[in-house]
């Protein structure tokens, strides 16, 4: 069955009218403006115009740019992949996702994990993609990306909630690349290069998978950080202890952030952002499984993410309600064994910084990223 959080949620909040396309045009010109912060293992910080004249730089060096998105024509195919659950021996279960891609491209491919509530959507937004879809704006540039539903969610299959841990979408993330490499799900297409990026609670899968099994070539984490610094007390005790724990004893799935009206505030800087994009979003919310809610308060990502040799881009919203910015140093530093770590922060935005109206920017920061680093992740 696939369930969503519609199945469960009450009436949808009245929300007061206002302006809400106030301000995305400044949002826009913020955007422009470079909060990035470099450093190598045991080297000094950048400012933020050296860092970015060193991408610009890096980027040259490495040759001519990719096609622009008037160039590349993109194509795109839902795919499935079939993977066990270690914590539930003995089963085959169905992911599914998009993958979207420059025709015939078979370089690089970004596996894009979603956080919590959220889908293959969030990545490849059904609404105004010219903005708002992560997936085309890179596949305009070069780069494939697979957007799946993680186990639980949305499209793939649906088995006990109280199964899918983050340590189980590890596992199966791993799998999933593997699968990627070698072109043996239903796509058929092997791709030399596989990155991850991942979202919130995504970014905790991406972090454990790298961590535990590597064979990937960057990792990008979003709007994610560690306690006790990098998380919002008062999130954590308005929402996370005496909401969503409690409601995952209740039931195998649940609804993440206790009604669509709190979710939107968390989720979103509502001063600036799209009033449409938001019920969009509420309206596509999925129920979240209760395992993922039990096991990510651990956070066990912080073990071996030490480990993570590969090049990290660690991107977080400087509104973000949950994970405050303000830690993203001390986050950074996390990734000790990445000589090549990033971190840009995305002005104005909240958590869900790719549904904001700053999207193409951030889009082009990631972008250059990875064209900065073509043996790790040449474009089409």
């Given at each position: 069955m696939d369930l969503t959080a519609a199945d469960y949620r009450p009436p949808a909040c009245q929300r007061p009218a206002r302006d809400w396309g106030r301000g995305a045009q400044e949002m826009r010109q913020a955007a422009s403006n470079s909060s990035?912060?470099?450093?190598?293992?045991?080297?000094?910080?950048?400012?933020?115009?050296i860092a970015a004249s060193l991408l610009v730089l890096l980027a040259l060096a490495a040759g001519p740019a990719p096609a622009s998105a008037a160039e590349t024509?993109?194509?795109?195919?839902?795919?499935?992949?079939?993977?066990?659950?270690?914590?539930?021996?003995?089963?085959?279960?169905?992911?599914?996702?998009?993958?979207?891609?420059?025709?015939?491209?078979?370089?690089?491919?970004?596996?894009?994990?979603?956080?919590?509530?959220?889908?293959?959507?969030a990545w490849d937004f059904p609404l105004r993609p010219e903005t708002y879809s992560v997936a085309q704006a890179l596949g305009a540039r070069g780069y494939a990306v697979v957007a799946i539903d993680r186990l639980g969610y949305g499209a793939s299959d649906h088995p006990n909630g109280y199964t899918l841990t983050v340590e189980?979408?590890?596992?199966?993330?791993?799998?999933?690349?593997?699968?990627?490499?070698?072109?043996?799900?239903?796509?058929?297409?092997?791709?030399?290069?596989?990155?991850?990026?991942?979202?919130?609670?995504?970014?905790?899968?991406?972090?454990?998978?790298?961590?535990?099994?590597?064979?990937?070539d960057v990792v990008i984490p979003t709007a994610y950080e560690h306690a006790p610094a990098g998380i919002s007390t008062d999130w954590l005790v308005r929402e996370w202890v005496t909401g969503d724990v409690v409601r995952a004893s209740q039931s195998e799935y649940e609804y993440?952030?206790?009604?669509?009206?709190?979710?939107?505030?968390?989720?979103?800087?509502?001063?600036?952002?799209?009033?449409?994009?938001?019920?969009?979003?509420?309206?596509?919310?999925?129920?979240?499984?209760?395992?993922?809610?039990?096991?990510?308060?651990?956070?066990?990502?912080?073990?071996?993410?030490?480990?993570?040799?590969?090049?990290v881009l660690l991107v977080l919203a400087e509104q973000d309600a949950l994970f405050p910015s303000a830690a993203a140093q001390d986050e950074l530093a996390l990734f000790?064994?990445?000589?090549?770590?990033?971190?840009?922060?995305?002005?104005?935005?909240?958590?869900?910084?790719?549904?904001?109206?700053?999207?193409?920017?951030?889009?082009?920061v990631i972008a250059d990223w990875l064209a900065a680093r073509p043996g790790a992740m040449p474009a089409c």
């Open positions: 990035w912060r470099e450093s190598t293992k045991g080297g000094p910080m950048r400012s933020s115009r024509t993109e194509t795109t195919e839902d795919v499935s992949f079939q993977v066990t659950n270690p914590l539930a021996p003995g089963s085959l279960y169905t992911v599914r996702g998009t993958l979207v891609r420059p025709a015939g491209c078979a370089s690089s491919v970004l596996l894009a994990q979603h956080g919590l509530s959220y889908g293959a959507w189980s979408y590890a596992d199966m993330t791993a799998q999933i690349v593997g699968q990627l490499r070698a072109g043996t799900y239903s796509a058929g297409v092997a791709f030399s290069h596989v990155g991850l990026i991942g979202h919130s609670a995504g970014s905790e899968v991406v972090e454990l998978a790298a961590g535990l099994y590597g064979g990937v993440f952030e206790t009604d669509p009206g709190t979710r939107a505030a968390d989720m979103y800087n509502l001063e600036i952002a799209d009033l449409d994009v938001v019920a969009k979003d509420t309206e596509l919310a999925n129920l979240t499984p209760s395992g993922e809610i039990y096991s990510i308060s651990q956070q066990p990502s912080r073990a071996v993410m030490g480990s993570i040799a590969v090049p000790g064994s990445a000589a090549d770590r990033s971190v840009y922060v995305v002005p104005q935005a909240g958590h869900s910084f790719m549904l904001h109206p700053s999207a193409p920017g951030t889009n082009d």
